[in-house]
């Protein structure tokens, strides 16, 4: 199906260990970001691409780390996960174009993280 | 910064009532403004958008307009539905790639 995909869905994980959140898209979208959705701060941007192999730290980067080796796949990883990063992660896109287009983003369905 | 501040919620609704959400923004230049919508269990989807100053935007019977004097973009709504329970989010985004979101606030409108 076409749009933008996020797996898992939820995830369990212990204090230490590296896991890894999925994101395809299938609109060839330049733009992908990642977000962390907690009560109280809305989203809070992680790390943004601009194109393969273009990536660039946002807000709350620490203890993250993103790769895009193709343009429709960003996964985003923690090394060694915390209890402080629990939270619900979403990937997003956008197209390459002129403003205003550039600035909508399309969401995906969210990753429920909770790490013990 | 960039900032965005929206009225804290929850609200609480019946069905046909009115609705407003204020958001203010703090953003240099000229900023484009955005309104999400999160319905429970789903990810963010776009409800309207506004580029430039004096610009309506519209969807689904929701609006909201862009005052550059007030640096304002509050979404109203004249007859709210129960399937308008969700958590709205206001944004902006001042260069081409970034958006600001607000803290959100949740609706629940009740038949």
């Known amino acids: 199906d076409a749009g933008i995909t996020q797996s898992p869905r939820y995830k369990i994980t212990e204090t230490g260990r590296q896991v890894t959140l999925m994101c395809h898209q299938t609109w060839s979208h330049s733009y992908m970001f990642w977000y962390r959705q907690d009560l109280g701060h809305g989203l809070r941007l992680i790390y943004y691409?601009?194109?393969?192999?273009?990536?660039d730290k946002g807000e709350v980067p620490d203890g993250y780390v993103v790769s895009r080796s193709k343009t429709e796949n960003f996964p985003l990883t923690l090394e060694s996960a915390t209890r402080s990063q629990t939270s619900v992660y979403f990937c997003?896109?956008?197209?390459?174009?002129?403003?205003?287009?550039?600035?909508?983003?399309?969401f995906g369905p969210g990753t429920r993280l909770t790490v013990l | 910064g960039d900032s965005v501040t929206q009225m804290e919620g929850p609200v609480t609704l019946s069905e046909e009532a009115f609705l407003t959400i204020n958001c203010t923004y703090t953003a240099t230049g000229y900023p484009s403004l955005f309104w999400y919508v999160q319905y429970p269990g789903e990810g963010l989807q776009l409800l309207l958008k506004a580029t430039k100053a004096d610009d309506k935007g519209s969807n689904k019977g929701f609006e909201a307009t862009y005052r550059k004097e007030t640096t304002s973009f509050h979404l109203e709504k004249g007859s709210v539905q129960v399937s308008d329970s969700a958590v709205y989010f206001c944004a902006l985004s001042s260069n081409d790639y970034k958006l600001s979101f607000g803290a959100g606030t949740t609706v629940t409108v009740r038949a």
């Open positions: 997003a896109s956008s197209i390459q174009g002129r403003r205003g287009a550039r600035d909508t983003q399309y």
């Open positions: 691409s601009a194109a393969a192999d273009i990536t």
